[in-house]
């Protein structure tokens, strides 16, 4: 039996299919997680298009840009932007990533890794406390791809995470094809970084595609879930247990008959 | 090397601003890639994101300039603009102040404000049924703002038409101006509205805070005014209040 927080098998709602949600209702997806960056500051036909779809289904909201680990103050518009939209749509969880996108007023738009020291949990554990507060709601963090590791780290990201949870209440977002990313560019033992991981923190698993350049693998989100991410999700729920759980398709975005398959995948196992 | 420091060598090195001192990160287990080229992956990423993003924006300055003197332009927009918004939506935003007065300038203006009226906030329009019980003189009196996802703009060449033809597909060739537009988001649709160049003289002295009495400064404008404010309140043009 699913748990109140399980909410099954779930797509990223991407604007190729709008129309399909809009209009078929698939029953075949459970819920939807949508990029909160990209609604947040858009017109209200977007709110009541979500506010349509989440008569259907339950949604989850993942943003990139909170930029946690950043020392700039955190963006006040911003959460309360984000809180807007979460309690409009009465949000099942809101996460964004372990990283940092900017410094000193700037944006690269990306997930940049921050060291995985004392020093970073003492800046973060009261940026996530002040963006829970904020929120009125648990924060949950995602695990991102990485391709460049801070040296001087005196935990590794899975105990990184496992501090942040026992110090702040936060959540885990364990995306499986990252930690494979990321243990395939750092030499890491993937099924250590499952393991160090507490089970009661995680909300929920991302599965997704990747691209191998031969000598690192890069986080593209473009393709069907790779063999040894499948295994890896499977040794992880054997782990930890069931969760809701994405298949995220963020480029290349195929028709939506693919993404059903790939849901039926994670479904069959 | 304190927190802030690690986050900003590591942002310097992202963004080609500075080179990154090597001794900070990690040399990888069982992996032969090397530390440039794996800070290259994310260098190579932020170039690549924020001109992709200017470049969703400006398809039809694309096609008018040509790939190679538009990727040059976007290349210098890239260098010369780090993007200060969590929002990448915002950011192509400034082109046109890179493109040389002409109708290039023109037609970055044109998409620019598009993508400006897109993302700016929302405001209710004004309705005739907000008339409904406002006497004459009254209304006279009114100021009438234009809607807050709304650009005026006046070009001397003419790139809305050329704007058009492009997105139908057919052969677009850049005629000679002026053009007079007002760009407005209505129904959360953007809509290109062409306007007379008295509708434009007129809807430009509202902009500025005058009442319709005082816009309205011609008799030509007056005896054109019923037609306009049909228009202009049927498809949007004003704030509700």
Partial sequence: MMSSSHLGYGLGLRRPHYGHFLNERPRSVDWLEIISDNYIRAHAGYHDMLCDLRTDYPIVMH???????????????????????????????????????GINGQNSHDLLPIPYTEEALKHLIPRIHQVQAVLGRELVLENASTYVEFDGASLSEAEFFAELHARTGCGILLDINNVHV????????????????????????????????GDYLFDTHNAPVADPV?????????????RATLIEWDADIPAFEVLEAELDKVRAR | MNYRRQLEQLYEAVTGRAAADMHLFKAARGNVLTLPRRLNIYADGYGERLRAAVAADYPA???????????AVVDVYVAATPSRHWDLNLYPIGL?????????????????????????????????????????AAFAQMPLDLRTASRLLRFEAAPNAYLTAHRSGAAAMMGVGPEHLLIVRHDHEVHRHALEPLEYDVLTRLSQGQNLTEAIATEAAAEHLPHWLGRWLTDGFFNQS
């Avoid at chain 2, 300055?61 to 990727?71: D, E, I, T, Y």
Wanted: net charge negative; proline share 4%.
């Fill in chain 1, 63 to 101: 943003g990139v840009g909170l930029s946690i680990g950043t020392t700039d103050a955190l963006d006040g518009d911003y959460l309360s932007a984000l809180k807007g939209l979460a309690d409009k749509l009465e949000a099942a969880w809101v996460s964004d990533h372990l990283c940092f996108t």
């Fill in chain 1, 182 to 213: 990321s243990s395939f560019n750092h030499g890491w033992d993937a099924r250590a970084y499952i393991d160090a991981v507490p089970s009661a923190a995680i909300k929920q698993y991302h599965l997704a595609g990747h691209t191998d350049h």
């Fill in chain 1, 230 to 242: 499948w295994a890896l999700y499977d040794y992880a729920r054997s782990v930890h247990g069931d």
């Fill in chain 2, 61 to 71: 300055l694309a096609a008018f300039m040509g790939a190679g003197a538009f990727n």
């Fill in chain 2, 96 to 136: 046109p102040d890179l493109v040389s007065p002409g109708p290039a300038k023109d037609l970055a203006t044109l998409e620019a404000a598009i993508v400006a009226v897109f993302w700016a906030a929302d405001s209710a329009p004004l309705t005739p049924t907000d008339l409904t019980g406002i006497d004459e």
